[in-house]
């Protein structure tokens, strides 16, 4: 399991461009995606795509061909496979099989990243990748992350982020860490409140670039909770 950068072709290790040039085959999110980065390295090898749609499918393949004693390596598109996406139902098959070793080959992670450069968020946090699409269960979900009272990390697109980010200005006051296109050439990062942000991004003419948000709730009573002092 390689991970490959979220942008920044530099940011890979030598471990990782070393594996991709001895395994027998790479399997993929995108092979489009995975033959650019293979070609910069001058690196080419046969392709097999595994993505959210064929994964359950396509693991099946890949472990035939383990089977058959070939060394393979699976990249998503971008990061880390299995954080927010494809790569997890393959190690489970893979692992369940009992016959052949999920070898971890770390490296970038767009959540990491921003949390490194996001300054003090607290001792804990939850990563919670991209919220449902439909309003209902993105309201249930936040609410659920605000009662913690913990910093959390969600991912999301430039066409739903304003929507998102109102969602999260509703459920309480919160102060934001948004990273939009990391480790790419336009990379900034945004703090302040929910309505600094919201204005900020709002302001843009087009938004562009997917982004990783890290929400810190302020602390305060939570109104669902009754006072059961005596």
Same mark, same amino acid.
């Given at each position: 399991?390689?991970?490959?950068?979220?942008?920044?072709?530099?940011?890979?290790?030598?471990? &990782?461009?070393?594996?991709?040039? #001895?395994?027998?085959?790479?399997?993929?999110?995108?092979?489009?995606? /995975? &033959?650019?980065?293979?070609?910069?390295?001058?690196?080419?090898?046969?392709? !097999?795509?595994?993505?959210?749609?064929?994964?359950?499918?396509?693991?099946?393949?890949?472990?035939?061909?383990?089977? #058959?004693?070939?060394? =393979?390596?699976?990249?998503?598109?971008?990061? /880390?496979?299995?954080?927010?996406?494809?790569?997890?139902?393959?190690?489970?098959? =893979?692992?369940?099989?009992?016959?052949?070793?999920?070898?971890?080959?770390?490296?970038?992670?767009?959540?990491?990243?921003?949390?490194?450069?996001?300054?003090?968020?607290?001792?804990?946090?939850?990563?919670?990748?991209?919220?449902?699409?439909?309003?209902?269960?993105?309201?249930? @979900?936040?609410?659920?992350?605000?009662?913690?009272?913990?910093?959390?990390?969600?991912?999301?697109?430039?066409? @739903? =982020?304003?929507? /998102?980010?109102?969602?999260?200005?509703? #459920?309480?006051?919160? @102060?934001?860490? &948004?990273?939009?296109?990391?480790?790419?050439?336009?990379?900034?990062?945004? /703090?302040?409140? *929910?309505?600094?942000?919201?204005?900020?991004?709002?302001?843009?003419?087009?938004?562009?670039?997917?982004?990783?948000?890290?929400? !810190?709730?302020?602390?305060?009573?939570?109104?669902?909770?009754?006072? *059961?002092?005596?």
């Amino acid at each position: 399991m390689v991970a490959t950068p979220i942008g920044n072709l530099e940011d890979i290790t030598y471990r &990782a461009v070393r594996i991709l040039g #001895q395994v027998d085959v790479i399997a993929c999110e995108d092979t489009r995606h /995975t &033959a650019h980065l293979l070609s910069h390295y001058g690196i080419s090898k046969k392709l !097999i795509a595994c993505h959210a749609h064929n994964e359950e499918e396509s693991s099946k393949g890949i472990l035939a061909l383990l089977d #058959q004693g070939l060394d =393979i390596a699976y990249c998503s598109d971008a990061g /880390t496979p299995g954080i927010s996406d494809p790569g997890a139902r393959l190690a489970e098959l =893979i692992r369940a099989s009992g016959r052949h070793n999920v070898v971890p080959v770390p490296g970038p992670s767009a959540f990491a990243s921003l949390v490194s450069a996001a300054g003090n968020i607290g001792k804990a946090f939850t990563f919670e990748g991209f919220l449902s699409p439909k309003k209902g269960r993105r309201e249930k @979900r936040l609410k659920e992350l605000f009662r913690r009272g913990e910093a959390f990390i969600i991912y999301e697109s430039p066409f @739903r =982020i304003l929507k /998102t980010l109102e969602d999260v200005r509703n #459920q309480g006051k919160a @102060r934001l860490v &948004a990273g939009r296109e990391l480790t790419k050439a336009f990379e900034e990062i945004v /703090t302040g409140s *929910t309505e600094d942000v919201i204005a900020y991004f709002d302001s843009k003419d087009k938004i562009k670039g997917e982004f990783a948000v890290i929400v !810190i709730p302020e602390a305060g009573d939570d109104p669902s909770e009754e006072d *059961t002092d005596a």
